[in-house]
């Protein structure tokens, strides 16, 4: 008898995505250094020489030459971009909390290693094309019989770039830079894009376009501002060290004196102060422009000649597949992105979802809703942790005041240690025997319940029977203990804002994840189950989807009940003190995911309701669906 050996399973391979990614992001980042190449091409031209009106803008020339000096600086930040790419929200509960987490992380020391550099190769630029001018020479000499000495006014302007580099350093990782901020509904982006369709600019050149009057004025206020405190900074923390350095280099190109002190007073010319906030401005410029570049052409959509990344790869839908079970969030982020648009606009492509029954050993189509619905299901196991911990921490404190009790004096008699059993002897005395009535009086008030089962369901139903806005605010969870007056006052000031945990951060928290949260990835996912369910009743040959309908709807229905119990229940911080009691518990990011499952919700039951009780969805399951999706049961479509 001979037995039938099984096909083997053909693994994908791990860089199939990556292969269709990755040159999608190499020619985006091109795109964008090309945009601060610009740039870089118009500041050479403000700061070149003006003697001759042809050299000064021609790129053969000197301006040429500054152009590609001056790019240096652009794709210094370009590249501490690239290594910083990320995806995801912060969801600390305090951005101070942030800040210690990444004080001593080496992205960090990057940061300001890299804007720092930036600045001082900028300025180095910038006095080098102002060779002409005597008054930013290293070393001057007043007289032909005196030794030259120490310019300060160039030492002033490199210390004022390190200051300015640092400031942007700063900016960077508390604004969270690093981040692409990839669209989070992407069902708009359509409308958008038809509207958008008699511009002569791309998207990408339409937000850089929109972006330079912000950018300008950002640029002026910081550059002005650096610009008045770096006269206070320098003679307190640069001046002794930038003048050191600058003798040591003043050594190697013209004969100064061995000891020579900075001057008594320090060179805080008008025009010098001019100059320093002329190179503030134009820097800041060209970093706010490159960063901004390259957010445009980033998070552009994934379609490359108006098709799927992966279409041009040997195993398409495999290698979406790898993209959806990444475990990076730049990968992941994009290929939920392209899943959604393959769902959206490309029907053909669509269709193969469906038939393909096996790609690399399992159906394409199980294979997909088990990477959508993981981060819907997600958001339960988050809620459910946090329940875990909340409940777990009542019971800790018991156990901690428990150890910490102190027996008090006594102030009663010592029990009797007598048989309790031999019944006590009749009272001998009138006395005796009203006190022995009036103990079992009140005995019987004593050792009766406080409350009867009878009683605590009366009270449950009047509860219940309350406006839900009387129960949200007087509910326990909800009331917040009071804080000092001094340390509201300290929380309502800039100051202060470091240290608020705000109920919106602690609610993100919970349902996207911390220390990052991506919205994105989770309403791509539910709108491509929804799509796709809802398309597989004309397109799916085998009718291997309907199967999957009612867990789907099960799953939607449970995470909406979830996330609306936690808005209720999710306790108030005593440190929000701009938290509204009408609107507070609103959260936008949390509402956008509820109407986006909710909508979900009503398209399954629209489409699928004929047919529940061949897919397997129980009458309270529907109901249930109903009620979590808003729909009215008095309507006639859905009854």
């Known amino acids: 008898m001979t037995t039938r050996s099984k096909s083997p399973v053909v693994k994908l391979d791990p860089k199939l995505y990556r292969e269709q ?15 601060s190449l610009g740039v870089c091409y118009l500041e050479a031209i403000i700061i070149g020489p003006k003697d001759s009106w042809i050299w000064t803008w021609n790129p053969i020339g000197t301006a040429g030459m500054r152009t590609l000096l001056l790019f240096i600086s652009s794709l210094a930040i370009e590249t501490l971009r690239v290594s910083q790419l990320h995806v995801g929200a912060r969801t600390t509960a305090f951005p101070f909390t942030t800040f210690l987490r990444s004080l001593f992380r080496p992205d960090t020391f990057m940061t300001f290693a890299t804007y720092i550099f930036s600045a001082c190769f900028f300025t180095e630029v910038y006095i080098w094309s ?80 929109d972006a330079i009057r912000p950018i300008a004025a950002k640029a002026a206020f910081r550059a002005t501002l650096t610009a008045v405190a770096s006269p206070l900074i320098y003679p307190l923390l640069f001046r002794e060290c930038a003048w050191s350095l600058a003798k040591t280099a003043a050594k190697f190109t013209s004969d100064v004196p061995k000891v020579s002190e900075p001057p008594l007073i320090p060179p805080f010319h008008f025009w010098i102060i001019i100059r320093s906030m002329s190179i503030g401005f134009q820097l800041i410029v060209l970093w706010e422009i490159t960063n901004t570049a390259f957010n445009a052409f980033t998070t552009a959509e994934p379609l490359k000649d108006g098709k799927p990344l992966t279409s041009h790869s040997k195993n398409p839908n495999g290698a979406l597949m790898l993209g959806l079970r990444s475990k990076k969030e730049v990968p992941k982020s994009f290929a939920f992105w392209e899943l959604l648009h393959i769902t959206l606009r490309f029907s053909a492509r669509r269709m193969t979802i469906f038939e393909e029954l096996d790609n690399a050993g399992a159906p394409t189509w199980k294979r997909y809703k088990t990477a959508c619905l993981h981060q819907v299901q997600q958001i339960d196991s988050r809620i459910a942790a946090w329940k875990r911990s909340s409940a777990a921490r009542p019971k800790m404190d018991q156990t901690a005041g428990s150890t910490s009790l102190v027996k008090l004096p006594r102030m009663s008699l010592a029990i009797n240690n007598n048989d309790i059993l031999t019944s006590r002897p009749p009272p001998n005395s009138f006395t005796e025997l009203t006190a022995r009535q009036a103990g079992k009086l009140a005995k019987s008030y004593g050792q009766s319940p406080d409350w009867t089962p009878q009683a605590k369901e009366y009270v449950k139903t009047g509860f219940r029977k309350l406006p839900k806005e009387f129960r949200t ?77 009612s867990e789907v709807i099960c799953v939607f229905t449970q995470t909406i009940e979830a996330v609306e119990e936690l808005l209720q229940t999710l306790p108030i911080p005593r440190t929000d003190v701009y938290f509204d009691d009408r609107s507070g518990r609103n959260v936008e990011e949390v509402m956008t995911l509820l109407k986006c499952l909710s909508e979900g919700l009503r398209e399954l039951i629209e489409a699928f309701q004929p047919y529940a009780g061949d897919i397997g969805l129980s009458p309270r399951d529907l109901t249930m669906a109903k009620r979590a999706a808003g729909i009215e049961f008095g309507d006639d479509l859905y009854d």
């Not at 990614?21 to 945009?35: C, D, E, I, S």
């Not at 120490?150 to 990782?173: D, M, T, W």
């Not at 969270?176 to 359509?190: F, I, M, N, S």
């Open 21 to 35: 990614l990755t040159p999608a992001l190499h020619r985006r980042f091109t795109h964008a250094a090309l945009v």
């Open 130 to 209: 102002a060779a002409g001018d005597e008054s930013l020479r290293l070393t001057i000499q007043p007289k032909p019989y005196e030794r030259s000495r120490i310019n300060e006014k160039p030492v002033y302007l490199r210390s004022v770039a390190v200051i300015l580099g640092a400031c942007q350093a700063f900016f960077h990782l508390y604004y969270d830079y690093g981040r692409v901020p990839l669209p989070a509904t992407k069902t708009q982006l359509e409308a958008d894009a038809q509207k958008k369709q008699g511009s002569l600019l791309p998207p990408a050149l339409q937000l850089i376009r």
């Open 473 to 549: 605010k007087y509910d326990p969870n909800n009331l917040r203990q009071p804080i000092s007056n001094f340390i509201r006052q300290f929380l309502l000031s800039p100051l202060g804002q470091p240290f608020r945990q705000t109920f919106s951060r602690n609610a993100c928290a919970i349902v996207f994840g911390s220390p990052t949260g991506n919205l994105g990835v989770v309403l791509d996912a539910i709108n491509c189950l929804t799509k796709l369910l809802v398309c597989s009743l004309k397109e799916d040959p085998w009718g291997k989807a309907q199967a999957d309908v």
